[in-house]
């Protein structure tokens, strides 16, 4: 099981209506939270201060792609190229204090191009480089005191902005490193054994760098697909896995977590105490011997509705075949050059690679041949246009996620439905609990894949960390049921609003002006 250390609880929730907002309706510039140039702004003998505090960890960076930009401070035609490589990369994004990976969240508003505009606006302006989480409780008890708005980043992969922001205190986590392994774990002050492997991790450390670490010691974690994702994000999310069909998610693995509230306390929260703060971390497992397969049905005939009836079959199968073990991961392309002929041809279909635990090639057979025999012997599509390679190359696959329009992971199933987190439940939206399948569209208009929508049901729920920014109802379709309940709790926790981010819980008192500022909303001021 991991604990994580030092992690920063962000959700998010406003105040009730209570005396200390009251106060300060009408008194405009308690409106908003402060912003540079204005008198709310604190003084750079201030921000001095905080430094000093920190140990001298304060940052003030300028936007990264500024080196490209002849007169700006920073601007160095020898580095910029190496940005311009990099931008593409999740390393490069992850290893700065600001940057973030969807660079749309930044407003775009310095691209590593000359001849773009560059203003660093849609920037955090100053960044802790944390490394304790005492650095976490300053960030956390200056922005509250000097009414900013505080944001956390730890690698920066968040695909819906919600780790930089303008005008905005930054706590970077990325350097909160460090993995400790336990035989056995007794919670603090609770007077129970838990008699499992378990680990404590920095709430920076990634994926890559916890499967390795626990490699050499034949044990691995329910833990992301992604080799850079790190804990913080992955599991205040939920956390999916190829090894949640046997555990459940993440965060049911959790059993003890350190975290910094909006009060700027360090608090332990685990099954006997600040229970509510509880959410996510967890043990280790043996790691498993794995049978995988990889597997892509495509058709030439893009056109032709069968290519869909085939793909809706298979993903029909994914019940039943997570019910026995499998876990994995689809990638549906609508049109992609056919790597089986060099591109001259154009496929449409799916592509899988999936996995067993402990389990047998002859098994992993067994469980495909009646649906390859069912595709193969009904009219669903023709012999001839039908490509069946159980061997990709990695050409192939490459081909094939570049075309990708929708991912169907099964990643959920018996392992979630029956997981039995420590302290009797924590936020993860319900829907998981009944779920098999996650699925993403990219294009949200592409009709085809409207009947898969259909078949996959994704009235049920949607998953936070991969999910649209645009999402309607997102209380209701992130947190389900639990919303209300956690808001209730982001209230007692968070009466200042120091923590807010979208879509977040308890975020509806805020809103962020076209011009990047973060305001009540008029009904709320006026309310007050
Ligand atoms: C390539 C890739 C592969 C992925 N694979 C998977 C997968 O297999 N399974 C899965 O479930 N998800 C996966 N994801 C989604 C991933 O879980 C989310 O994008 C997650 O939010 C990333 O977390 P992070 O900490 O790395 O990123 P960040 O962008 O740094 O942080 C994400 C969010 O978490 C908050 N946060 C981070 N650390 C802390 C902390 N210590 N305290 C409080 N808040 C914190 C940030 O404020 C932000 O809101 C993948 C994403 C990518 C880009
Ligand atoms: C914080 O202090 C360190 C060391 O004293 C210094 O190098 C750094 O520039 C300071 N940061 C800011 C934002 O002034
Ligand atoms: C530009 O960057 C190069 C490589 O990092 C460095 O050696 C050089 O000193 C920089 N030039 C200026 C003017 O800062
Ligand atoms: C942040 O802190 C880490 C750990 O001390 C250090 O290695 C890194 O260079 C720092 N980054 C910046 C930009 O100051
Ligand atoms: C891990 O498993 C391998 C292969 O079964 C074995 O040789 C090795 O000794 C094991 N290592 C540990 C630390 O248990
Ligand atoms: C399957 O893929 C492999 C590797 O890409 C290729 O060599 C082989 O010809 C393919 N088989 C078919 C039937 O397309
Ligand atoms: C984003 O950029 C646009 C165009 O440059 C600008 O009008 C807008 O104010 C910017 N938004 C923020 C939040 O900085």
């Known amino acids: 099981m991991i604990i994580l250390a030092t992690l920063i609880f962000n959700i998010i929730l406003p105040v ?101 505009p560059c203003s660093g606006q849609g920037y955090p302006v100053h960044v802790i480089n944390a490394t304790t ?25 968040e695909f819906l902005g919600r780790s930089g922001a303008p005008n905005a205190l930054s706590i970077w986590t990325h350097h909160i490193k460090g993995v400790q392994v336990h035989d056995s774990f007794s919670p603090r002050h609770c007077n129970v054994k838990i008699l499992s492997t378990a680990i404590t991790a920095g709430s920076g450390m990634q994926m890559e760098e916890l499967y390795s670490a626990l490699d050499a010691l034949n044990q691995t974690i329910v ?133 067993l635990q402990d389990s047998t090639t ?19 599509l023709g012999a001839d246009a039908l490509t069946r390679n159980l061997t990709l190359s990695a050409e192939a696959f490459k081909r094939f996620s570049e075309g990708t329009t929708g991912n169907v992971y099964l990643v959920a199933g018996k392992g979630v439905r029956n997981a039995t987190p420590r302290g009797g439940g924590n936020s993860v939206c319900p829907a998981w609990r009944s779920a098999y399948v996650h699925a993403k569209a990219f294009d949200r208009v592409n009709h085809h894949l409207e009947p898969l929508r259909k078949i996959l049901a994704p009235e049920s729920g949607a998953y936070m960390n991969e999910a649209d920014p645009q999402e309607p109802d997102w209380q209701h379709q992130f947190w389900g049921t639990n919303y209300a309940r956690l808001l209730r709790i982001k209230r007692a926790v968070d009466p200042g609003d120091v923590l807010w981010c979208t879509p977040c819980v308890g975020n509806e008192r805020w809103h962020q002006t076209d011009d990047g500022r973060l305001c009540q909303v008029d009904a709320w001021s006026s309310l007050a």
């Open 16 to 116: 009730p209506f209570c005396a200390s907002l009251a106060a300060a309706a009408g008194r405009r510039d308690q409106d908003c939270k402060a912003v540079p140039g204005t008198a709310s702004w604190p003084s750079k003998n201030s921000w001095a201060s905080l430094n000093r505090s920190t140990g001298g960890r304060l940052l003030q960076p300028a936007p990264p792609g500024a080196v490209c930009h002849p007169g700006q401070p920073t601007y160095n035609a020898t580095e910029c190229p190496a940005v311009q490589s990099g931008w593409s990369t999740f390393e490069f994004h992850q290893a700065d204090p600001i940057s973030t990976y969807w660079n749309q969240w930044n407003n775009d508003s310095c691209l590593p191009e000359g001849g773009l």
């Open 133 to 157: 989480s005492d650095h976490a409780r300053l960030g956390v008890d200056y922005a509250r005191r000097h009414n900013i708005r505080l944001v956390i980043k730890s690698s920066g992969h």
């Open 223 to 355: 833990g992301g697909g992604g080799r850079t994702v790190s804990v913080g994000g992955y599991l205040t999310g939920g956390g999916h896995s190829l090894l949640s069909a046997s555990y459940g998610l993440g965060t049911d693995q959790v059993l003890e977590m350190e975290v910094v509230t909006p009060s700027g306390e360090i608090v332990t929260a685990n099954e006997c105490q600040n229970t509510d703060l509880f959410r996510a971390m967890g043990g280790t497992y043996p790691t498993p011997q794995i049978v995988n397969l990889v597997l892509a049905l495509a058709a030439t005939d893009i056109q032709s509705p069968s290519v869909f009836g085939m793909v809706a079959y298979i993903l029909s199968q994914f019940p039943r075949l997570g019910d026995q073990g499998l876990s994995g991961y689809a990638f549906i392309f609508t049109a992609t050059p056919n790597p089986y002929d060099g591109g001259v041809t154009t496929a449409a279909g799916i592509f899988m690679a999936m996995v």
């Open 362 to 380: 002859k098994a992993m057979n067994e469980l495909w041949a009646p649906i390859l025999a069912h595709i193969a012997g009904s009219r669903l």
